[in-house]
């Protein structure tokens, strides 16, 4: 299994979780990707030793780009791109999304929840934190084409479009850190992970 579930600590921020992603052309991303890789494989392997070593690694957000760019992270299907940014226990994710097929399948007659619809730049501001082997994540705004989308409105969406299909995912969601991660910290421009 790979480590990428930590990555729910920041895609919890963005609603994603899991279908396509766009690819690092560069060679400084390819080697921040690879970087991030290595990185990921020595936590996981480390996480399934009966008594890990003590282990600090701290991921880039030049890194964590990278690597969401290179399609290495499946985002749902509708979630054009995604690029982070961290400042100390706070995420910043900026993304393009096709409401519409992120919504495929579902619809609501609820005027409320018409604004999801085509094709948007999505800005999501959220507290991020993990402590004693739980990531805790709260979604403290979001905008839409710069205009703050209210907290009832983003949690309707929420209920009806996301729950069905990421039942974990909310404005709070707290999960279980894997591979034996005790804390994921955010900084600026990083996120320290420790074992």
Do not use: C, W
């Not at 005027?111 to 994540?137: C, E, N, R, W, Y």
């Not at 839409?144 to 929420?158: M, N, S, T, Y």
């Amino acid at each position: 299994m790979k480590f990428t579930v930590l990555f729910l600590l920041i895609f919890a921020a963005a609603f994603v979780s899991a279908q396509n992603a766009t690819t690092a052309t560069s060679k400084s991303q390819i080697a921040a990707a690879e970087s991030m890789q290595r990185n990921l494989d020595r936590i996981q392997q480390n996480g399934e030793l009966a008594h890990p070593k003590p282990l600090t690694t701290v991921f880039t957000e030049e890194e964590v780009n990278a690597y969401v760019a290179s399609g290495r992270v499946k985002l749902p299907k509708g979630v054009q791109s995604v690029r982070f940014t961290g400042t100390p226990g706070v995420v910043n994710a900026l993304t393009h999304v096709d409401f519409d097929q992120l919504t495929a399948g579902q619809r609501s007659s609820n005027p409320l929840l018409g604004m999801f619809t085509g094709v948007h730049d999505v800005t999501v501001i959220a507290h991020a934190s993990g402590v004693d082997g739980q990531g805790k994540v709260h979604v403290d705004s979001v905008q839409l084409d710069g205009v703050e989308i209210p907290q009832f409105v983003l949690q309707l969406f929420v209920s009806h479009y996301l729950k069905p299909k990421y039942p974990n995912l909310g404005i709070d969601s707290t999960f279980q850190l894997p591979a034996k991660v005790k804390t994921a910290t955010v900084g600026e421009h990083k996120l320290t992970v420790e074992q």
